[in-house]
């Protein structure tokens, strides 16, 4: 098969879709059994090293009206024929082939608000368009969880025979780490003794005004609260944070990937009450670091998470300072089954069950 992929997702490092589309694509080019046609676009970024690709330089904003709103040139116009095109989640190009599109989430439809314009991009009127597309022309749509799925089909209302679960998994980086390299990371960022770490852009989805309430009614003066992620908008955790008075809670900012696994590795406990995740790939990091987690019994995360974690509801501040004490009563076990859960997800099965849906369109 001659195989298309989008991988305009890589000129945004960091994003959870850039993560999936760099580990997915290193693991298909693998196989010798396939020809693959990589489509990068990006105004300003450079097209990524580690990939042969075609590139297109031209405007975002071109493309969404071209491809998105009006719906012109087939994707074969740039990129020569191929037997099946994978969209990313920005863009969806017309084609004269069959499609297969991954969803991450819908968060378009349950938190809008969480996109703001952005030069000239209105981001929800744009994906709203392209999922329009999806439902017309994908043969098949794959979802990162089965939480997605039953929200694409509740929402978007494509039939579930078309739909196909395939789980991520998190980056080969994140492991357990030595006690010189935790240090070196506790040091960097001013991190004096144990903590429990919060990672996730700074907005109310991620629910971090009520971590920082459990962590306060817990009272645990042995131990810091770090928060790690961009500012986003919406609750103004400085403000909350400021009224700690015995200043044990540390608003890092943006952190880069390299940071993260030693983070994790540091931490006492991961805390993570999300209130809506596509999949919720912090939880298999942190595991995977030898972190014990507490995350949110809705969405996603159950599904991610397994046995292997703390459960708490996230709408409720006492039930998470009840996580996060359980976690720290029960840190060795909750870290080798962690640790176990985290193994039982793969880049390589990703692959593998990819290449299954781009030969399953075949028989559409």
Same mark, same amino acid.
């Given at each position: 098969m001659k195989?298309?992929?989008?991988?305009?997702?890589?000129?945004?490092?960091? /994003?959870?879709? %850039?993560?999936? @589309?760099?580990?997915?694509?290193?693991?298909? *080019?693998? /196989?010798?059994?396939?020809?693959?046609?990589?489509?990068?676009?990006?105004?300003?970024? #450079?097209?990524?090293?580690?990939?042969?690709?075609?590139?297109?330089?031209?405007? &975002?904003?071109?493309?969404?009206?071209?491809?998105?709103r009006f719906h012109l040139l087939p994707i074969e116009k740039?990129?020569?024929?191929?037997?099946?095109?994978? $969209? /990313?989640?920005?863009?969806?190009? &017309?084609?004269? +082939?069959?499609?297969? $599109? $991954?969803?991450? !989430?819908?968060?378009?439809?349950?938190? #809008?608000? @969480?996109?703001?314009?952005r030069g000239g991009h209105d981001i929800v009127?744009?994906?709203?368009?392209? *999922?329009?597309?999806?439902?017309?022309?994908?043969?098949?749509?794959?979802?990162? /969880?089965?939480?997605?799925?039953?929200?694409?089909?509740?929402?978007?209302?494509?039939? %579930?025979?078309?739909?196909?679960?395939?789980?991520?998994? +998190?980056?080969?980086?994140? @492991?357990?780490?030595?006690?010189? !390299? $935790?240090e070196k990371i506790k040091k960097k960022y001013g991190i004096k003794g144990d903590y429990l770490l919060a990672v996730g852009t700074l907005e109310p989805r991620k629910n971090l005004k009520r971590v920082i309430e459990a962590f306060k009614i817990l009272d645990i003066r042995n131990?810091?609260?770090?928060? %790690?992620?961009?500012?986003?908008?919406?609750?103004?955790?400085?403000?909350?944070?400021?009224?700690?008075?015995?200043?044990?809670?540390?608003?890092?900012?943006?952190? #880069? !990937?390299? !940071?993260?696994?030693?983070?994790?590795?540091g931490a006492e406990v991961f805390v993570y009450p999300s209130l809506y995740e596509g999949f919720g790939l912090p939880i298999l990091e942190a595991m995977a670091c030898g972190c014990p987690v507490v995350t949110s019994n809705i969405s996603s995360m159950p599904e991610v998470a397994g046995e292997a974690a703390v459960l708490v509801d996230p709408e409720k501040v006492n039930d998470i300072a009840r996580g996060i004490q359980e976690a720290l009563e029960n840190r060795e076990q909750l870290i080798e089954k962690g640790k176990a859960r985290a193994k039982e997800f793969s880049w390589e099965k990703t692959a593998r069950e990819t290449l299954k849906v781009y030969q399953e369109t075949r028989r559409c």
């Open positions: 195989i298309g992929i989008d991988i305009s997702q890589l000129a945004f490092p960091g /994003s959870g879709s %850039a993560v999936y @589309t760099e580990n997915l694509v290193k693991n298909l *080019l693998k /196989s010798q059994e396939n020809e693959y046609v990589l489509f990068f676009s990006s105004l300003r970024q #450079p097209a990524p090293r580690n990939f042969k690709s075609i590139n297109l330089k031209l405007p &975002p904003l071109l493309l969404e009206q071209l491809w998105n740039l990129i020569g024929e191929i037997d099946v095109f994978h $969209t /990313s989640d920005w863009l969806e190009p &017309p084609a004269h +082939c069959l499609k297969v $599109t $991954t969803i991450h !989430d819908l968060i378009i439809y349950k938190y #809008p608000e @969480t996109f703001q314009r009127a744009n994906l709203k368009r392209k *999922l329009e597309w999806v439902k017309k022309e994908s043969a098949l749509v794959i979802a990162v /969880s089965e939480s997605t799925k039953q929200d694409i089909i509740e929402i978007l209302k494509i039939p %579930a025979k078309k739909i196909r679960v395939i789980h991520e998994a +998190c980056s080969t980086e994140f @492991t357990e780490k030595s006690a010189e !390299d $935790t131990l810091e609260l770090v928060i %790690a992620g961009k500012f986003g908008w919406g609750e103004d955790l400085k403000s909350i944070k400021n009224q700690d008075s015995v200043n044990q809670i540390k608003l890092l900012g943006y952190v #880069p !990937d390299e !940071d993260l696994p030693g983070l994790y590795a």
